[in-house]
T-cell receptor, first 113, second 111 residues
Framework: KAGVTQTPRYLIKTRGQQVTLSCSPI?????VSWYQQTPGQGLQFLFE???????NKGNFPGRFSGRQFSNSRSEMNVSTLELGDSALYLC????????????FGSGTQLSVL | GENVEQHPSTLSVQEGDSAVIKCTYS??????FPWYKQELGKRPQLIID?????GEKKDQRIAVTLNKTAKHFSLHITETQPEDSAVYFC??????????FGTGTRLKVLA
């Protein structure tokens, strides 16, 4: 069974640009959640999607948005990039039940110059 | 707001010794507490979890304890080995598909 796949692996952008990250969950998983990982801050929750619906979101500005498609693949978009958006963005998939094991992807390393 | 504090941020132990990592959560409605291990350059992976109706859970050399009254939970690793070297994250959830993670503990096992 293939694991969670995130593309691209690395991204370099400049301030003001926008970026779209992609996440393909494990086959059969219908929930995809996104986390921002920075040194010293750990993993911070961005949002979670299930059956194309956002069920929960974290405390990030509206520049961070996401969506999920009917095949459970998810995309995350960040508009008007800021230097502070530089981070590793991880997505995780699961079956979609509360309080269950998350399967993480390898992440997309975003650098904003 | 929801918060999980994790200590220490770094921990060095001699091979064969025990390691303990502690977390404190703020949301009293939290009922699920997983621990994830992230090796250098790799993705986080679940190593053990505990639910609020249980006080302790063991899996070979790893154990987790939960004190709901104090809102503390801890990871215990016995007989540490070099392959235990990694960053460990605790997390808490109240069942709303949102996991609040601690800031991580970098464990170094010295051979």
């Amino acid at each position: 069974k293939a694991g969670v796949t995130q593309t691209p692996r690395y991204l370099i952008k400049t301030r003001g640009q926008q970026v779209t990250l992609s996440c393909s969950p494990i086959s059969g998983h219908r929930s995809v959640s996104w986390y921002q990982q920075t040194p010293g801050q750990g993993l911070q929750f961005l949002f979670e999607y299930f059956s194309e619906t956002q069920r929960n979101k974290g405390n990030f500005p509206g520049r961070f948005s996401g969506r999920q498609f009917s095949n459970s693949r998810s995309e995350m978009n960040v508009s008007t990039l800021e230097l502070g958006d530089s981070a590793l963005y991880l997505c995780a998939s699961s079956l979609g039940q509360p309080n269950e094991k998350l399967f993480f992807g390898s992440g997309t390393q975003l650098s904003v110059l | 707001g929801e918060n999980v504090e994790q200590h220490p941020s770094t921990l060095s132990v001699q091979e064969g010794d025990s390691a303990v990592i502690k977390c404190t959560y703020s949301d009293s409605a939290s009922n699920y507490f997983p621990w994830y291990k992230q090796e250098l350059g790799k993705r986080p992976q679940l190593i053990i979890d505990i639910r609020s109706n249980v006080g302790e859970k063991k899996d070979q050399r790893i154990a987790v304890t939960l004190n709901k009254t104090a809102k503390h939970f801890s990871l215990h690793i016995t007989e540490t080995q070099p392959e235990d070297s990694a960053v460990y994250f605790c997390a808490a959830s109240r069942g709303t598909y949102k996991y609040i993670f601690g800031t991580g503990t970098r464990l170094k096992v010295l051979a």
